[in-house]
């Protein structure tokens, strides 16, 4: 479904270049629920945000559903990752001004969708969630792992063929990072593809398949 080919990606930095990712490759099937595992440094990141279409690579070849996504323009590639890809971070970056409901209505929002049709699949999403009761709230009258499964119901809005997660856990408690777990493993057993990446090896045995990155080089299965 993803398939990374000798991808290259070094940042230019004022005073030096820092080789990222130097050749690397992963394949990633439908279904799939894969952890992103490695050292803090290692280009977990950079690898989620070229597979999530927020960057590109220098070079190698990015193949989405057999689409070569390299050969997008940025407008393109936008609307292309709005329809396509929901992204979670560590830290949630909801709107903190508007209210629940609107937030997950976002990605609607930019590609058309009329605003009743958003009102309804957003109380949906948040339903899935467990959530309902909030929409009217505002993030920040949330806790942090509520915050965060906003952030899951925003990410899920446009029914995205894949989701990504840098690090959703790392803000939360033991607690609630195993309530977004739970959330995830139900979300994958829908069918929902996702590639998450963690430092936390108990939460990375929810995936189906554990990846390491070793080096610039080098990724295993663990
Ligand atoms: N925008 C940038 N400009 C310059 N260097 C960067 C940039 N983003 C990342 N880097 C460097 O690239 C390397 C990989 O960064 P990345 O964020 O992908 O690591 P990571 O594996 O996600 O680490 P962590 O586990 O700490 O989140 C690091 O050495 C980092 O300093
Ligand atoms: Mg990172």
């Not at 593809?193 to 990724?219: C, L, P, Q, W």
Request: charged fraction near 25%; aromatic fraction near 6%.
């Amino acid at each position: 479904m993803l398939e990374l080919k000798n991808i290259r990606k070094t940042y230019h930095g004022k005073c030096l270049d820092v080789p990222v990712l130097k050749g690397v490759n992963l394949t990633i099937q439908e279904g799939d629920f894969i952890m992103i595992v490695g050292k803090s440094g290692c280009g977990k990141s950079t690898l989620l945000n070229i597979l999530g279409c927020m960057d590109y690579a220098d070079e190698g070849e990015y193949l989405f559903m057999g689409s070569s996504i390299q050969t997008y323009k940025d407008k393109q590639l936008a609307y292309f990752r709005n329809q396509n890809i929901g992204f979670v971070f560590q830290s949630f970056y909801l709107i903190n001004e508007i209210s629940v409901r609107e937030n997950v209505e976002i990605p609607m929002g930019l590609l058309g969708v009329k605003a009743k049709e958003r009102r309804k699949r957003a109380l949906e999403l948040l339903c899935l969630v467990g959530l309902e009761e909030k929409a009217g709230s505002k993030p920040l009258e949330l806790s942090g792992g509520q915050q965060q499964r906003v952030a899951i119901a925003r990410a899920l809005a446009n029914n995205p063929k894949v989701l990504l997660c840098d690090e959703p856990t790392g803000n939360l408690d033991e607690e609630n990072g195993k309530i977004i777990m739970e959330l995830l493993a139900d979300l994958h057993a829908k069918g929902v593809t996702i590639v998450m990446v963690t430092h936390d090896m108990s939460f990375a045995r929810y995936g189906n398949r554990i990846v390491k990155i070793i080096s610039g080089e080098e990724i295993v299965d663990v």
